[in-house]
């Protein structure tokens, strides 16, 4: 069972390089989650799909992308990396309902530093 | 606005105490709360979560938590704890009536990092 599988699990950029940060789950699961994790803010909530061909913003956007390729797949994209970017990044999925009181599932984590 | 506050950076415990990681919430409606617990290097794992209903709600590995409307919060407890239980626990809170796009995603606590000493 592999869950929510998030590519890859460590990079180094250098300051204004690009990259793309992969996610992929399993579940059958209508939204998907893109958070970062640093020390002491706990996870803020960057972007958010709650379906396939929609994607709204959360809570810290400014500087990212974001592409719900299909149901499956949420990729995060950073076009110009800063080092205010150097974080752990999440991936999640959950079932959406009109309740909204379905748990998120998280992937392993990429730990992107930024030089 | 929803916010969650969980008072302590850190909690100490020995083994075969009891565990008590605390979190209160705000929200402008009726909330749905969670517990996740994040083990080192890894991503986070639920634990369990309160919907509605009986307010002590029981989930994985021992673990309950209270959910209590007067004082908005919804604490989590273990009778007895193993050190294997020591990582880091994240709060999180949705407001049920703001649910769709961002505004109704989960809002996490900054964390609590639990060390249970033999």
């Known amino acids: 069972n592999a869950g929510v599988t998030q590519t890859p699990k460590f990079q180094v950029l250098k300051t204004g390089q690009s990259m793309t940060l992969q996610c992929a789950q399993d579940?059958?699961?209508?939204?998907m989650y893109w958070y970062r994790q640093d020390p002491g803010m706990g996870l803020r909530l960057i972007y958010y799909s709650a379906s396939e061909g929609t994607t709204d913003k959360g809570e810290v956007p400014n500087g990212y992308n974001v592409s719900r390729l299909n149901k499956r797949e949420f990729s995060l994209r950073l076009e110009s990396a800063a080092p205010s970017q150097t974080s752990v990044y999440f991936c999640?999925?959950?079932?959406?309902?009109?309740?909204?009181?379905?748990?998120?599932?998280f992937g392993q984590g990429t730990r992107l530093t930024v030089v | 606005a929803q916010s969650v506050a969980q008072p302590e950076d850190q909690v100490n415990v020995a083994e075969g105490n009891p565990l008590t990681v605390k979190c209160t919430y705000s929200?402008?409606?009726?909330?749905?709360l969670f517990w996740y617990v994040q083990y080192p290097n890894r991503g986070l794992q639920f634990l369990l979560k309160?919907?509605?209903?009986?307010?002590l709600v029981k989930g994985s590995y021992g673990f309950e938590a209270e959910f209590n409307k007067s004082q908005t919060s919804f604490h989590l407890k273990k009778p007895s704890a193993l050190v294997s239980d020591s990582a880091l626990y994240f709060c999180?809170?949705?407001?049920?009536?703001?649910?769709?796009?961002?505004?109704?995603?989960?809002?996490f606590g900054k964390g609590t990092k639990l060390s249970v000493k033999p």
């Open positions: 999180a809170v949705r407001d049920r009536r703001n649910y769709g796009g961002s505004q109704g995603n989960l809002i």
């Open positions: 929200v402008s409606g009726n909330p749905y």
């Open positions: 999640a999925s959950s079932v959406q309902n009109e309740r909204g009181d379905t748990e998120a599932f």
């Open positions: 309160y919907i509605t209903g009986d307010n």
């Open positions: 579940m059958n699961h209508n939204s």
